[in-house]
C-alpha cells in the first residue's frame, strides 16, 4: 500500500513516493494451550495492530487495532492488498478458525467481515494464491490442511478440501503425529506446498484437486517449518525447525519437482541445538536469505549464488530479544523487522543492501506477545 503525497509549488503539482507502507502485526491475546483456555486478553494484546511504516526513516507510528480477536496468530495479505486473513482461536482447546478482515488503508484500520472453522485444531498458517481466489490454512496439532474456495466478498466458502495426515515421525516428543506447519503456494499458484513438522516430508499438492502428486522427504528429526521461493521463481528454500538447516532446492513450475541442491546449517558451529528454527525470507533482489533461530536467538544471513542456488553463510546477529518467532523484510529492502515474542517487541533493523548485513538502529515497537509481520 504505497502512499503518495502530493506537493504543491507555484508552478507545478508533483507527486512524490513516499516509500510509505502498512505493517500488521499478528499476536497472542491468550496464553493458553490445547488443554485448557485462559481468559480472552491474558496476554494484554488486543489482536492485530497496524502501523504506518516509513521506509525513507524506518520509523514506525502507531495505526490502529482489533478489539476482540483471539490468538491471531499468523497473517497473510490478499492480492491487491484489499484483504487480510488471520488464523485465529490459536492454542486453544477447540478447532481454530479462519478469520477476514477488510483492510481500509485511508483510515489505517481492520473491519471484520467474518470467518470459518479452520476445520483443525491450533491453525498455524494461512495463504491465498496469486489469483485470489483460494486460501489454504495449515492446522499445525491437528495435522491437516484446508483449501476453501473465495468469493468477490473476500469471504471463504464451503470448504473445497480437507486434508487430514496420519503417521509420526522419528522424534517421539515432537513428532509424535502429523504437525501440518505451512501451506504455501507456488508463485504461479499452480501448486501448493504442505510443510509436516511431524512427518518430516513436504507434499506437493494440486490446488484444483486437493491430489498430494508428490512428497519431498527431509531427514529424520528435522522438522519441516516453513518454505519460501527465491524470486527468479527458480529455487526455494526451506527452514528445518528442529534440525537447524536451511535446506535449498531447485525448483520446476511445470511439474511442482523440488530437487535437493544444499542443506547448510542455520546456526553456527558452536551451537549445539536443541534447535527451533522458525522464519524464512530472501531479500527482494534475491541476492540474500535470511533465517530466524528461536533458541539461539539470531537472524542467520547466506548470500545467494543466483546462478546455482547455492548459500554462502555471511554471519549470524543477535536479534536483541526472546522469541524472534517471526521477521520480515520491508518492499524496499532496506529494513529487517524481527518480533521477539517474548520479550514484547518488534526490534527494527537497518539492511546493508550491497552486503546484507543488518544493523541494529535502536529502534522498538512495543506490541505484546507479537507472532506475526506482514507488511504491503
Same mark, same amino acid.
Given at each position: 500500500?504505497?502512499?503518495?503525497?502530493?506537493? #504543491?509549488?507555484?508552478?507545478?503539482?508533483?507527486? *512524490?513516493?513516499?516509500?510509505?507502507?502498512?505493517?500488521?502485526?499478528?499476536?497472542?491475546?491468550?496464553?493458553?494451550?490445547?488443554?485448557?483456555?485462559?481468559?480472552?486478553?491474558?496476554?494484554?494484546?488486543?489482536?492485530?495492530?497496524?502501523?504506518?511504516?516509513?521506509?525513507?526513516?524506518?520509523? $514506525?507510528?502507531?495505526?490502529?487495532?482489533?478489539?476482540?480477536?483471539?490468538?491471531?496468530?499468523?497473517?497473510?495479505?490478499? /492480492?491487491?492488498?484489499?484483504?487480510?486473513? $488471520?488464523?485465529?482461536?490459536?492454542?486453544?482447546?477447540?478447532?481454530? !478458525?479462519?478469520?477476514?478482515?477488510?483492510?481500509?488503508?485511508?483510515?489505517?484500520?481492520?473491519?471484520?467481515?467474518?470467518?470459518?472453522?479452520?476445520?483443525?485444531?491450533?491453525?498455524?498458517?494461512?495463504?491465498?494464491?496469486?489469483?485470489?481466489?483460494?486460501?489454504?490454512? $495449515?492446522?499445525?496439532?491437528?495435522?491437516?490442511?484446508?483449501?476453501? /474456495?473465495?468469493?468477490?466478498?473476500?469471504?471463504?466458502?464451503?470448504?473445497? &478440501?480437507?486434508?487430514?495426515?496420519?503417521?509420526?515421525?522419528?522424534? #517421539?516428543?515432537?513428532?509424535?503425529?502429523?504437525?501440518?506447519?505451512?501451506?504455501?503456494?507456488?508463485?504461479?499458484?499452480?501448486?501448493?506446498?504442505?510443510?509436516?513438522? %511431524?512427518?518430516?516430508? *513436504?507434499?506437493?499438492? !494440486?490446488?484444483?484437486?486437493?491430489?498430494?502428486?508428490?512428497?519431498?522427504?527431509?531427514?529424520?528429526?528435522?522438522?519441516?517449518?516453513?518454505?519460501?521461493?527465491?524470486?527468479?521463481?527458480?529455487?526455494?528454500?526451506?527452514?528445518?525447525?528442529?534440525?537447524?538447516?536451511?535446506?535449498?532446492?531447485?525448483?520446476?513450475?511445470?511439474?511442482?519437482?523440488?530437487?535437493?541442491?544444499?542443506?547448510?546449517?542455520?546456526? /553456527?558451529?558452536?551451537?549445539? %541445538?536443541?534447535?527451533?528454527?522458525?522464519?524464512?525470507?530472501?531479500?527482494?533482489?534475491?541476492? &540474500?536469505?535470511?533465517?530466524?533461530?528461536?533458541?539461539?536467538?539470531?537472524?542467520?544471513?547466506?548470500?545467494?549464488?543466483?546462478?546455482?542456488?547455492?548459500?554462502?553463510?555471511?554471519?549470524?546477529?543477535?536479534?536483541?530479544?526472546?522469541?524472534?518467532?517471526? &521477521?520480515?523484510?520491508?518492499?524496499?529492502?532496506?529494513?529487517?523487522?524481527?518480533?521477539?515474542?517474548?520479550?514484547?517487541?518488534?526490534?527494527?533493523?537497518?539492511?546493508?543492501?550491497?552486503?546484507?548485513?543488518?544493523?541494529?538502529?535502536?529502534?522498538?515497537?512495543?506490541?505484546?506477545? /507479537?507472532?506475526?509481520?506482514?507488511?504491503?
Amino acid at each position: 500500500m504505497r502512499l503518495l503525497i502530493l506537493i #504543491p509549488s507555484l508552478f507545478f503539482f508533483s507527486f *512524490i513516493n513516499a516509500q510509505s507502507y502498512v505493517l500488521f502485526v499478528g499476536t497472542y491475546t491468550n496464553s493458553g494451550n490445547l488443554s485448557g483456555n485462559p481468559k480472552l486478553d491474558s496476554t494484554g494484546s488486543k489482536g492485530i495492530y497496524m502501523f504506518r511504516f516509513d521506509a525513507a526513516t524506518g520509523k $514506525a507510528t502507531a495505526l490502529s487495532h482489533t478489539e476482540g480477536v483471539c490468538n491471531p496468530s499468523f497473517l497473510t495479505i490478499a /492480492p491487491g492488498g484489499r484483504r487480510l486473513y $488471520a488464523c485465529t482461536e490459536s492454542r486453544m482447546k477447540e478447532k481454530g !478458525s479462519l478469520s477476514v478482515f477488510d483492510i481500509d488503508a485511508k483510515k489505517g484500520r481492520l473491519h471484520f467481515i467474518g470467518k470459518v472453522s479452520s476445520l483443525g485444531d491450533n491453525p498455524a498458517y494461512v495463504a491465498v494464491n496469486a489469483a485470489g481466489d483460494q486460501v489454504a490454512v $495449515a492446522n499445525y496439532s491437528g495435522g491437516s490442511y484446508t483449501l476453501y /474456495p473465495v468469493g468477490a466478498d473476500g469471504l471463504p466458502g464451503k470448504a473445497q &478440501f480437507h486434508i487430514q495426515h496420519l503417521g509420526k515421525g522419528a522424534n #517421539p516428543a515432537r513428532q509424535e503425529a502429523p504437525h501440518v506447519h505451512s501451506a504455501v503456494y507456488s508463485p504461479d499458484g499452480h501448486h501448493l506446498y504442505i510443510q509436516d513438522l %511431524g512427518l518430516d516430508r *513436504i507434499a506437493v499438492v !494440486s490446488p484444483a484437486t486437493g491430489d498430494e502428486q508428490l512428497w519431498v522427504y527431509t531427514p529424520p528429526g528435522s522438522g519441516p517449518r516453513h518454505l519460501t521461493f527465491h524470486p527468479n521463481g527458480r529455487y526455494a528454500y526451506l527452514i528445518e525447525e528442529m534440525g537447524g538447516y536451511v535446506d535449498a532446492y531447485r525448483y520446476t513450475a511445470a511439474t511442482g519437482r523440488l530437487d535437493s541442491l544444499q542443506r547448510i546449517a542455520a546456526h /553456527p558451529d558452536t551451537a549445539t %541445538g536443541p534447535f527451533r528454527s522458525s522464519d524464512i525470507h530472501v531479500s527482494p533482489d534475491g541476492r &540474500f536469505l535470511y533465517a530466524s533461530n528461536r533458541a539461539e536467538t539470531t537472524i542467520a544471513i547466506f548470500s545467494i549464488d543466483e546462478s546455482t542456488g547455492r548459500l554462502r553463510p555471511m554471519g549470524y546477529v543477535p536479534t536483541m530479544g526472546i522469541e524472534p518467532r517471526n &521477521f520480515t523484510l520491508d518492499p524496499s529492502g532496506k529494513w529487517l523487522l524481527v518480533a521477539n515474542q517474548e520479550t514484547d517487541s518488534i526490534v527494527i533493523f537497518q539492511v546493508d543492501t550491497a552486503t546484507g548485513m543488518i544493523r541494529d538502529t535502536g529502534r522498538r515497537i512495543k506490541v505484546p506477545k /507479537p507472532s506475526c509481520l506482514k507488511m504491503e
